[in-house]
């Protein structure tokens, strides 16, 4: 029970006066904060710095001979596969180097599996009657998006700590041959910071599916992501389908945009062999090959896995303080009124409000000088139907805008929170 339903009733308007007189006097100050997005710190970007110096006209050869400056290498430089095959556990022969946005990548997926089809399928997606992806739920929006761009149903998911709810996924996509994908991100998952369990991995790896053509679309877009020195460890999807004979089931995604630059960074797309041998030529056809500068200059600035790791141990450094700071603020001023995620690693906490009170706090920070993430956006169609859902983004404000920020949160929850309760 949330412990302002126990309150007296001249208890609870004390409460709501006092959050009014104080947002007030944060709405005097004129402030304008942005926590909508995961995006890196200016002093983040600035850890990459040294990558802009790595390539110099007298040094453009890759280490197959290849002048970087010219066209081809449409599977990417072989020290860059080697680069992300060494860091994820995935042979390089597998894995395809794109532009600076995973993003990209997965629509282009997508884009193709309705034009052409996949492998082992009997016709392009979108020659038949209906397409549906599982999308677990609260989730990406980006990938909600490519759905419904795509006119492709969505079927919300429950998210648990251990992952989606294995249960649903398992029936509904062994009785409904027209569910196709499903969308994941497996490790510290957006928003709430969840790594999917090795039981729900080798279930996904292992899914039993009416669909001959159905593709999960994994998204392990925070692979490295640890905001402290400890692990996470993630099981290795590819290594759990190969055990059920499942691996051209996988399309798997990932990027260095919060590695290095998230507007100049790198993507890979890995699959199946029978997978990437179906791609290819339809590849061939979208380009002659991708930015192979800025490819050399990943792998010369990185070297190596343990490369990419040490760069990774001084962003958590950054980020580490800002993620610690939104949950210290929350349990002193919400603990009882509201519920939070409190993830090791990714760029996102949930924060969890009382039923049908998170738009009320939305609009109440929005006045405030705060903006969020619209609510709703981490389900599809935008609808979370409990109003309980807000992402919090600590990473791009400053530590002092940051701790403003949540203080102005705070006090916008305990309003919306009490006016719902003296209803």
Known sequence: MNKMEEMKREELQACLDDAKEKLAQWKGRGVSLDLTRGKPSREQLELASPMLEMVKGDSCQSIDGTDCRNYGGLEGLPEARALFSSLLGIPAENIIIGGNASLNLMYDTVSRAMLFGVYGGKEPWGRQEKIKFLCPSPGYDRHFTICQTMGIEMIPVEMTPDGPDMDTVERLVAEDSSIKGIWCVPK????????????????????????????????????????????????????????????????????????????????????????????????????????KLNQLRHVRFLQNAEGVREIMRQHAAIVRPKFEAVIRSFQEKLTGIAQWTEPKGGYFIDLVVKEGCAKRVYALASDAGVKLTEVGATYPYGKDPADVHLRIAPTFPSYEELVQAIDILCLCVIQATAEKVLL
Do not use: M
């Open 188 to 291: 510290f998952s957006n928003p709430q910071g969840y790594t999917y369990s090795d039981a729900v991995v080798e279930r996904i790896a292992a899914l039993q599916c009416a669909a001959d053509d159905f593709r999960v679309f994994w998204d392990n877009a925070y692979a490295v992501h640890e905001l402290y020195d400890e692990t996470v460890p993630l099981a290795d999807i590819f290594a759990c389908a190969k055990k059920y004979g499942k691996e051209d089931q996988i399309f798997y995604f990932a990027s260095t945009s919060k590695i290095t630059y998230s507007g100049a960074g790198l993507a890979l797309f890995a699959a199946s062999d029978n997978n990437i041998k179906q791609i290819k030529p339809y590849l061939s056809a979208q380009t002659i090959g991708p930015d």
